[in-house]
C-alpha cells in the first residue's frame, strides 16, 4: 500500500518516517523509496540514481525468452533487486522509447522549422540589404541623371533664346535686304541712266570731232598738215583755220602694234559732217585696193588703210567692238556708226537696230 507525503509525493514502500529525506525514486512509475527499505546485503553505494528503478517495476517486465509481452511477472518481496548497470563505455547507445523518438523527431522537426525560419529572415534580410543599397544607387544615379538633364533643359532654354534671336535677327536682315535690294535696283537703274547720260554728254563733246585711225607715225610730223592733205585727198576743202586742234590720242590697247589715232576738231559741226561724208565717198568709188591708205599721203612700203571715223566716247567705242563681234558671230552684215551711235543690219534689205548698251546688244539674234 502505498501513503503520500503531506507534499503530496507517492510512496511505494512503508510510508515510515515520513519526514525522511534520504530517498529514491522510481524512473518508471516516479514513486519514492526510502533508503532503508531498498538497501540490499551489498548497501547502496553502488545505485544509480538517475537510473533507478524500483523493484515492482522490475519484476513486470517479461522474463527472457518469452514472447508474451502481455505475462505478468511475479514480485517476490524477499528477492532483493540490484539496480541496472551502467552502461559500458564506447557501446552504442540504447534506443530511446517510442514516445521519446517521437518527441525527438518533434523536436527535430521544430528545430527544422526554426532554422528555416531563420534562414528566411535572414535571406529576406539581405535581399532587403541589397534592395536598399541597389535603392540607394539608384538615387544616386538618378539624382545624377535629373542633374544631367536639369543642365541639358537649361542649355536648351540658351540655345532656344538664342535660336529665337538669331530668327529675329534674320527677319531684320531678310527685311533689310529687300529693302536694300528695292534700293540698289533704283541706284542701278539710277547709275544706268547717269552713264548714259554721262556718255551722251561725253559723246556731245565730240560732236565736233572725227577720229582718223592707222595714220603711220613720224618724227617732227605735222599733225595739222597731214589733217588738210587728207581733205585735199578726199576732195573736200578743209582750211587750218578750220580745224580748231588736231593730235594723237593714247591707245586704249598698249600692246597693240597699230599707231595712235588722231583727232581733230573742226571749228563747227558741218564742216566736220562735210569731212566724213567726202571720205565715205571717197572709198565708196574706189576699189578695194585702192580705198583710203598710207600711199595716199606718201608713205612708201606696204599700203596699210587708213580710216575716217566719229570720235566715239569710251564706253561708246566698247560698245561697238562688242557689236562688231557679236554681228560677225550672229551673222550681221552691217555695223556702222552715226553722230556717235552704233546700228546693225543683217542684210541689205532688213531694218536696222540701234545698239544703246550692252543689254540692247544681248538681245541681238
Known sequence: MSSKLSNGNDWGCCGANLDSND?????????????????????TEN???????????????????????????????NVTTRAPKRQALQSPPESPPASESV?????????????IRSIM???????????????????????????????MKCSMDFMNSK????????????????????????????????NSRLNSLEQSARAMNVEIQCVPERK???????????????NCNV??????????????????????????????????DEFLAASINFNRKKAMHDKLNTSHLGFNGEKTPIFIVDHLSPMNKSLH???????????????????????MRKTDDSDYVLIRDMDSLSKIK
Open 239 to 272: 582750211k587750218s583755220e578750220d580745224i580748231i586742234s588736231c593730235t594723237r590720242i593714247a591707245k586704249i590697247n598698249k600692246s597693240s602694234a597699230r599707231p595712235k589715232s588722231i583727232v581733230a576738231q573742226f571749228s563747227n559741226k558741218k564742216i566736220r
Open 47 to 77: 545505485i544509480e540514481v538517475s537510473a533507478w528503478e524500483c523493484p515492482l517495476c522490475i519484476s513486470q517486465r517479461p522474463k527472457n525468452g518469452s514472447n508474451d509481452e502481455n505475462q505478468p511477472v511475479r514480485f517476490n518481496p
Open 23 to 43: 530517498l529514491m525514486k522510481c524512473i518508471t512509475c516516479g514513486k519514492n523509496y526510502h533508503m532503508d527499505c531498498i538497501s540490499t546485503s551489498s548497501g
Open 163 to 194: 535660336y529665337e534671336l538669331l530668327l529675329q535677327e534674320h527677319k531684320e536682315t531678310k527685311e533689310a535686304m529687300v529693302v536694300l535690294q528695292n534700293e540698289n535696283s533704283a541706284l542701278k537703274t539710277n547709275v544706268q541712266n547717269l
Open 121 to 151: 529572415q535572414e535571406y529576406c534580410m539581405n535581399v532587403s540589404s541589397r534592395i536598399d543599397s541597389l535603392s540607394s544607387s539608384l538615387k544616386s544615379e538618378l539624382k545624377s541623371v535629373k542633374d544631367e538633364i536639369s543642365d
Open 321 to 343: 567692238a562688242a557689236a562688231r563681234k557679236i554681228g560677225k558671230e550672229k551673222g550681221y552684215k552691217h555695223v556702222w556708226v552715226r553722230n556717235g551711235r552704233i546700228f
Open 220 to 234: 617732227n610730223e605735222n599733225i595739222l598738215q597731214v589733217v588738210t592733205q587728207l581733205g585735199s585727198i578726199i
Open 103 to 115: 518527441s525527438a523527431s518533434a523536436s527535430a522537426s521544430t528545430v527544422s522549422a526554426s532554422e
